[in-house]
């Protein structure tokens, strides 16, 4: 009776040790998660949300500064593993034959309430520049300057492109390209002294709340109808979320919204926050959200993920 006994238990246990490896989140091969920021502040504030998650499931965010076409390559050659910074339909001509060849895989729409086009101060919408086709009337006040990101951005090619096409009638006028501080620091002196300037503008973002400007409408052909109404996805290289179950499944869950991405950025940009501290306050204010996020996801350890990252968030 005994050894039957002992017996049983040992088969117990083998099985119990068995199914606990079975439910491991994921292999050793995923416990970095290698991601990308091109220096927007928007995708600061969500891999900083996203960082704090994963640290306390156990594994180690690796964040490198790369611009989006780089990142892209580096997603078609497995060197990346998730970008939450896909920007639809402005990212459209550069990212679109990847996601068709499966080279890049879209996970979830994180965003669906975006804004991106160009905007002007209130005052120059005020003035009767409301559109893209009120640009060219007026193009000595605008000194025939667009003002962009950093080159080589997709919304910057647009510009470009649409710039060379002559489209609105626009002749003779240059894209001006820069880090998004820079661009933002040009707005900032152009609005104190009360002069004129057209600037790439997206929504989340400070500058909706820091300025008072106006998108510009009919510039659906490069931006999206709906002044630029636009969504953000979660991609990934080819194989991310067969070969991490787990973090597939986090990422798959992950959604964001307007309000609490332009809290961490105005926390970051305007009051000097460290942006680790202002996305771990956005969470712990946002539990619900949190709760929707790490639905069935575990620990590295198979332990509890919505108990873990809770636990890391009340310290």
């Given amino acids: 009776m005994r050894r039957t006994a002992l017996f049983k238990f040992s088969v117990a246990t083998i099985a119990a040790s068995i199914s606990t490896i079975a439910m491991a989140a994921d292999p050793d091969s995923c416990k970095t998660v290698k991601m990308s920021e091109p220096g ?10 996203v960082e704090v998650v994963l640290e306390a499931l156990g594994y180690t965010p690796k964040v490198d500064n790369l611009s989006v076409p780089i990142t892209f390559r580096g997603l078609q050659m497995g060197q ?16 679109e034959g990847s996601i068709k060849d499966g080279s890049i895989e879209v996970m979830q729409t994180n965003l669906p309430q975006a804004k991106f086009t160009l905007a002007v101060p209130a005052y120059v919408a005020a003035a009767g520049v409301k559109s893209f086709n009120d640009l060219q009337k007026n193009a000595d006040k605008f000194e025939n ?4 990101i950093e080159a080589g951005a997709p919304a910057n090619r647009n510009i470009q492109n649409m710039l060379i096409k002559h489209d609105f009638g626009l002749k003779d006028w240059k894209l001006v390209e820069s880090s998004e501080a ?11 002294d009360k002069a004129w300037i057209v600037f790439l503008a997206w929504e989340p973002h400070m500058m909706n709340t820091k300025f008072k400007i106006s998108y510009l409408a009919d510039g659906d052909a490069y931006f999206g109808p709906n002044y630029g109404s636009a969504s953000v996805h979660t991609v990934s290289r080819k194989g991310f979320a067969k070969q991490c179950p787990n973090l597939g499944k986090l990422f798959t869950q992950i959604k964001f919204n307007v309000d609490m991405e332009n809290d961490i950025i105005t926390d970051v940009l305007d009051k000097k926050q460290d942006a680790k501290v202002a996305a771990k306050a956005a969470l712990k204010a946002n539990p619900q959200l949190v709760a929707s996020w790490l639905a069935g996801v575990q620990t590295t350890t198979g332990g509890d993920g919505l108990a873990a990252v809770k636990q890391a968030l009340a310290k």
């Fill in 145 to 148: 300057k667009i003002y962009g």
């Fill in 40 to 49: 927007w502040a928007d995708i600061q504030a969500t891999n900083s949300m």
């Fill in 182 to 192: 820079g661009m933002l620091s040009q707005v900032s002196r152009k609005i104190a």
């Fill in 80 to 95: 990346t593993d998730v970008f939450l910074g896909n920007w639809m339909p402005a990212q459209k001509p550069m990212v």
